[in-house]
């Protein structure tokens, strides 16, 4: 069985004490492979480590994550294009709108969005979204900048059966993760009506781990207890849901 971690962030401090021995408990279940997003500048060569650690298994994505979008938001921006021009990414994320945190930077958000996006299709790229309490927001941009050549992930989808079919009918797959599993999750009451040619895998790790793990740090071993719950919604054996869902991940990554 091989399943794909389509969101995790290897690279993060919180694995600094044992990065070596967590990846090797994901690969030794069967998680080969690991995409890695990226947040600002200060993490990029964090990230270039971690893919020359791990050459077969680690695919790097780039970009700005909203909640970085600050003042200095052109030079970041002016950042992931300078990566972009030096080598190959699989896909330019994590990008979108957070207006959980702090909604004093939104119009750079979206301008952050929209010049990722565009940049996306310039390299031929899928993009990875993180929407946070900004569906609105970011279903109006998609509505703008739809098109064949815009496609993606939404990254740890958490919203309603309709917001799921919008997002579909933009070219998004859904990342599921830990919260499919939580009791006061939600998607789990309707991931059933999603036919699973629409659904990635993702821990988000170090965040949002599953059940029984929740509120402890996440990694992407823990990708098994989605499975598992995706096995019970759907009615079908983990093999077919890591088959499956690991098929997605390459359609996307063109892997």
């Given amino acids: 069985m091989i399943l794909t971690d389509t969101h995790t962030h290897l690279y993060s401090e919180a694995f600094d004490a044992d990065r070596k021995e967590m990846i090797q408990r994901a ?23 971690l893919e020359a650690h791990y050459p077969d298994n680690v695919f790097l994505m780039m970009g700005l994550h909203p909640t970085h979008v600050k003042a200095n938001y052109l030079e970041e921006l002016a950042h ?15 990008i979108g709108i957070d207006l959980y945190w702090d909604k004093s930077f939104l119009p750079q958000q979206q301008e952050a969005f929209v010049y990722q996006i565009r940049l996306a299709k310039q390299y ?10 900004s569906f609105d927001e970011i279903f109006e941009i998609l509505e703008q ?29 859904l990342g599921i993760g830990g919260v499919v599993t939580f009791k006061n999750g939600k998607i789990d009451q309707f991931l059933h009506k999603i036919d699973l040619r629409y659904i ?14 929740r ?5 992407s071993a823990y990708l098994k207890h989605v499975v598992d719950k995706l096995s019970n919604i759907y009615d079908k054996e983990v093999v077919e849901i890591a088959e499956i869902t690991t098929r997605n991940a390459q359609e996307i990554f063109g892997i």
């Fill in 124 to 133: 031929g790229l899928p993009i990875v979204i993180h929407s946070r309490e």
């Fill in 27 to 49: 690969l030794t279940i069967g998680i080969k492979r690991f995409f890695i997003p990226a947040i600002d500048s200060s993490y990029t060569q964090s990230m270039y480590t």
């Fill in 215 to 219: 509120g402890k740090r996440n990694e």
């Fill in 200 to 213: 990635v895998l993702e821990t988000d790790a170090p965040y949002l781990a599953p059940a029984p793990y």
């Fill in 145 to 173: 900048e739809k098109g064949e050549d815009l496609y993606g992930i939404f990254h740890c989808f958490t919203g309603t059966l309709e917001q799921a079919r919008q997002a579909i009918d933009y070219n998004m797959k």
């Fill in 80 to 94: 992931v294009t300078a990566q972009f021009e030096k080598r190959n990414f699989y896909a330019v994320g994590e």
